[in-house]
């Protein structure tokens, strides 16, 4: 088995996820890491929507989340640095949250905390509304000093190549990739395509076979196969 790094993991779901369809993820990464220190951000989709409906508010009600998370793990092991593993959209806010400076109002300060960001599908370039409000705020205050206090490691997979001229998956794929990046002849997780994914200062990892939708019967990120495949950088 892969040796990996002991530090206490938060999960972060992406976005219109929600903490329980990473159960299952939890339980394949205890694998590695004891499972108790191995926590899900309580995130639902009344997080990211919000009621009355206000999803550009939905990083501020993720970072809270997130920030209670911290907090305990914080307390629990106080004298170890926490790695957040966050997926898809989930990454940008977690990003956000770490960059300490303030995002709509809120702005925390937990990053001598944590040591590590790593992030699944998570698209740092985007054309898709909600998402770019975070990725342009990103763009605005991560500075090169950042990652010298927290290492950052974007992985994406390249299961799926977008096509107009092959089957469903391929011409979905396609209209997905053109919507996060303007252009669907790209490879991606079959969501988000790789190019997306690169952040400049990060560490960035391409793999393959796994897909991006925490759903039944796929090799996603968050299951056995998936963590086997980026567990090396955790």
């Not at 605005?140 to 927290?150: I, N, S, V």
Request: aromatic residues 10%; glycine residues 8%; hydrophobic residues 40%.
């Amino acid at each position: 088995m892969t040796e990996v790094a002991q530090n206490p993991i938060v999960i972060l779901p992406g976005v219109l996820f929600w903490d329980n369809l990473y159960t299952g993820m939890k339980k394949a990464l205890a694998a590695y890491v004891p499972e108790k220190k191995i926590a899900i951000a309580p995130v639902n989709l009344h997080h990211w929507l919000g009621f009355p409906p206000s999803p550009e508010r939905s990083t501020n009600r993720v970072m809270e989340a997130l920030d209670r998370t911290v907090a305990s793990m914080q307390q629990r092991y106080p004298e170890e640095k926490i790695t957040i593993v966050a997926h898809s959209g989930g990454g940008t806010v977690a990003l956000i949250y770490l960059l300490e400076k303030p995002f709509q109002g809120d702005v925390y300060h937990r990053s001598l905390s944590v040591g590590k960001l790593l992030t699944l599908g998570t698209p740092f370039h985007t054309t898709e509304h909600y998402a770019k409000i975070k990725t342009d705020f990103i763009n605005a205050h991560l500075k090169p000093g950042f990652f010298d206090r927290c290492k950052v490691v974007s992985v994406v997979s390249n299961q799926y190549t977008g096509s107009l001229e092959k089957g469903v998956i391929e011409r979905m794929c396609y209209m997905f990739y053109r919507n996060a990046l303007g252009e669907g002849n790209v490879a991606g997780d079959g969501i988000v395509p790789v190019k997306s994914c690169f952040l400049e200062g990060a560490e960035n990892v391409t793999i393959s076979g796994i897909e991006h939708l925490p759903t039944p019967h796929t090799r996603w990120y968050g299951t056995k196969e998936g963590i086997e495949e980026w567990i090396r950088w955790l």
